[in-house]
T-cell receptor, first 109, second 117 residues
Framework: GQNIDQPTEMTATEGAIVQINCTYQ??????LFWYQQHAGEAPTFLSY????GLEEKGRFSSFLSRSKGYSYLLLKELQMKDSASYLCAVSLGGFKTIFGAGTRLFVKA | GAVVSQHPSWVICKSGTSVKIECRSL??????MFWYRQFPKQSLMLMAT?????????EQGVEKDKFLINHASLTLSTLTVTSAHPEDSSFYIC?????????????FGPGTRLLVL
């Protein structure tokens, strides 16, 4: 079966750094996506990791370890607008992508 | 980046009626599109993979006769919820994979909120 685990909720303070972890056990693996989703809206693309290591994009960074089945999304200099759900998703073979349940991040002042 | 649109953005219908949702890739061609369903406070569940010019591939537990998918062109896929019931009320989102430079990504439409009374 396919399994993607991430924490249900996290709370952090404005200006701080937060790390959202994701572990996966899937039948195939082409890469790992991170998406941001605000309530009532569709997900928006944040990152796609294929190789091991850290990729940085402005305030957001994503890390992947394929051997450990592990990824994290790092958000720096948190802003109130970062309050959202963050979805970890694995790209399987055959162009299929499956999603984790998402992590709801609450940023407080 | 690539743009995917959906129409309508929301729909309210009576139980027993059929509802068609369109998904369009506006500035790129998509041989493959995906249809997801999302219930409140839950993640996206893949319903089916829509392939241009051929039959859709449905996920386990998704009734193909209830959720009809047609991918008639490289820029349009449609999902028809036939004989809708209140339990079909959900947020339906389509997506298409595209290359952003050398990086593969998946672009989502804005979603269609369906309420069946």
């Amino acid at each position: 079966g396919q399994n993607i685990d991430q924490p249900t909720e996290m709370t952090a303070t404005e200006g701080a750094i937060v790390q959202i972890n994701c572990t996966y056990q899937t039948s195939g693996f082409n890469g790992l996506f991170w998406y941001q989703q605000h309530a009532g809206e569709a997900p928006t693309f944040l990152s796609y990791n294929v190789l091991d290591g850290l990729e940085e994009k402005g305030r957001f960074s994503s890390f992947l370890s394929r051997s450990k089945g592990y990824s994290y999304l790092l958000l720096k200099e948190l802003q109130m607008k970062d309050s959202a759900s963050y979805l970890c998703a694995v790209s399987l073979g055959g162009f299929k992508t499956i999603f984790g349940a998402g992590t709801r991040l609450f940023v407080k002042a | 980046g690539a743009v995917v649109s959906q129409h309508p953005s929301w729909v309210i219908c009576k139980s027993g009626t059929s509802v068609k949702i369109e998904c369009r890739s506006l500035d790129f061609q998509a041989t493959t599109m995906f249809w997801y369903r999302q219930f409140p406070k839950q993640s996206l569940m893949l319903m089916a993979t829509s392939n241009e010019g051929s039959k859709a591939t449905y996920e386990q537990g998704v009734e193909k006769d209830k959720f009809l998918i047609n991918h008639a062109s490289l820029t349009l896929s449609t999902l028809t919820v036939t004989s809708a019931h209140p339990e079909d009320s959900s947020f339906y989102i389509c997506s298409a994979r595209a290359m952003d430079g050398f990086q593969e990504t998946q672009y989502f439409g804005p979603g269609t909120r369906l309420l069946v009374l």
